[in-house]
């Protein structure tokens, strides 16, 4: 299978702060990247989709302005949260789909980055 | 609305058993249906996926039975084993419909416990 990163894996920052996650497919250009949100013990929730090059697409209820992503690269895409609030501690998840073959049919997510708000 | 409900919440089978985990979507769009596996603390990983277009996927241990009609999908793990306690998620997408790739909405997930 493909492999997917996330930098960093865990992140603790205060109330007021912005936090920067990276998403990186390792061995695949990601045409399409998506951003997930999950709470303890709960089902993942899709926040957003990223195509290279584009703005990324939001999902109802999910504030552009505070969630902000870039897909600069067909291997790379950023989500921030900006000034983070305890509310927003979560388990952040990216998959990545590829444009052809095997890989367009599959997302591939990443290990996940758990973020606490103090 | 929840567009894919996933039962039971929790199972528990013994070593070598069968364990069943259903799903049940409404959106008749949805045209990939993928199932997941996840541990905790990690992200999820893929076990399988079929599309509407065939009744039944086998890999190794795992199937997937569909039903179009029905609009329902589960799960089959045969001969379950210990290291195959997990948190499962079902999945749907308009993967081929939306002219790519398409984000997945999960099901509430099942959390299986194999006893030895």
């Known amino acids: 299978g493909a492999v997917v990163s996330q930098h960093p894996s865990r992140v603790i920052c205060k109330s007021g702060t912005s936090v920067k996650i990276e998403c990186r497919s390792l061995d695949f250009q990601a045409t399409t990247m998506f951003w997930y949100r999950q709470f303890p013990k709960q089902s993942l929730m899709l926040m957003a989709t990223?195509?290279?090059?584009?703005?990324?697409?939001?999902e109802q209820g999910v504030e552009k302005d505070k969630f902000l992503i870039n897909h600069a690269s067909l291997t790379l895409s950023t989500l921030t949260v900006t000034s983070a609030h305890p509310e927003d501690s979560s388990f952040y998840i990216c998959s990545a789909a590829g444009s052809s073959g095997r890989k367009r049919d599959t997302q591939y997510f990443g290990p996940g980055t758990r973020l606490t708000v103090l | 609305q929840q567009q894919v409900k996933q039962s039971p919440q929790s199972l528990i089978v013994q070593k070598g058993g069968i364990s069943i985990i259903n799903c049940a979507y409404e959106n008749t769009a949805f045209d990939y249906f993928p199932w997941y596996q996840q541990f905790p603390g990690k992200g999820p990983a893929l076990l399988i996926a079929?599309?509407?277009?065939?009744s039944e996927k086998k890999e190794g241990r795992f199937t997937i039975s569909f039903n179009k009609s029905a609009k329902q999908f589960s799960l089959h793990i045969m001969d379950s084993q210990p290291g195959d306690s997990a948190t499962y998620f079902c999945a749907a997408s308009m993967m081929y419909s939306g002219g790519g790739a398409d984000g997945l909405t999960f099901g509430k997930g099942t959390h299986l416990i194999i006893q030895p």
């Open positions: 990223s195509n290279e090059g584009s703005k990324a697409t939001y």
């Open positions: 079929i599309r509407p277009d065939v």
